[in-house]
């Protein structure tokens, strides 16, 4: 039972250009949510959060969007660069960062 | 400042062996995870511990055992290695509203 799924294991997109990266629940009592990045033999860095209270938390070239009634969370990154290549996880969770259930993760590959 | 340490970085088991993964930070975090990734599948939860000598299961724990006698470590061991524990194994502590992560184990059983 995936309680959070991406279902796009992999996205390419123009240097410059939007990067959308989606992710589904199912876990109604779900209350925060994460994105981590994820480069070739490293652990998964910090990206950005938000809390089921807001709707929209933005950072930088970072947005991410939470829908609740969808149980949908979309990550925008706007302008693309070639550096943003490398696996997005996202997560979730009951009260903070606890116990954090990820999704399978979008390698995304931006190209020049 | 090294965050979360793992050790080791890579190791191949036969099947049948036995080791540990050790999990050192020093961020004084109460909160330390263990979790499995594979391929499809992200990031699942084997183990975790709220605490100073407690720990509880999470999605994954069938076949491993974990202990935290000091705060700062967190061990995760194999007992007996099967082909389906190869994986890259990852540490984690949190903090309020975020996790940290070490950079990993790339176990093989062979």
Redesign the interface.
């Known amino acids: 039972d995936q309680q959070v799924k991406q279902n796009s294991p992999s996205l390419s997109v123009q240097e410059g250009r939007i990067s959308i990266l989606n992710c589904d629940y199912t876990n109604s009592m779900f209350d925060y949510f994460l994105w981590y990045k994820k480069y070739p033999a490293e652990g998964p860095t910090f990206l950005i959060s938000i809390s089921s209270i807001k709707d929209k938390n933005e950072d930088g070239r970072f947005t991410v969007f939470l829908n609740k009634s969808a149980k949908h969370l979309s990550l925008h990154i706007v302008p693309s660069q070639p550096g943003d290549s490398a696996v997005y996880f996202c997560a979730a969770s009951i009260q903070g960062a606890q116990k954090l259930v990820f999704g399978q993760g979008t390698r995304l590959t931006i190209n020049p | 400042n090294a965050g979360?340490t793992q050790t080791p970085k890579f190791r191949v088991l036969k099947t049948g062996q036995s080791m540990t993964l050790l999990c050192a930070q020093d961020m004084n975090h109460e909160?330390m995870?263990w979790?499995r990734q594979d391929p499809?599948?992200?990031?699942?939860?084997i183990h975790?511990s709220v605490g100073e000598g407690t720990t509880a299961k999470?999605e994954v724990p069938d076949g491993y055992n974990v202990s935290r006698l000091k705060k700062q470590n967190f061990l995760l061991g194999l007992e007996s290695a099967a082909p389906s524990q190869t994986s890259v194994y990852?540490c984690?502590t949190?903090?309020?509203?975020?996790?940290?992560?070490?950079?990993?184990t790339r176990l093989t059983v062979v």
């Open positions: 979360v909160y995870y979790y499809g599948m992200g990031l699942r939860l975790y999470g990852f984690a949190t903090q309020g509203t975020e996790a940290f992560f070490g950079q990993g």
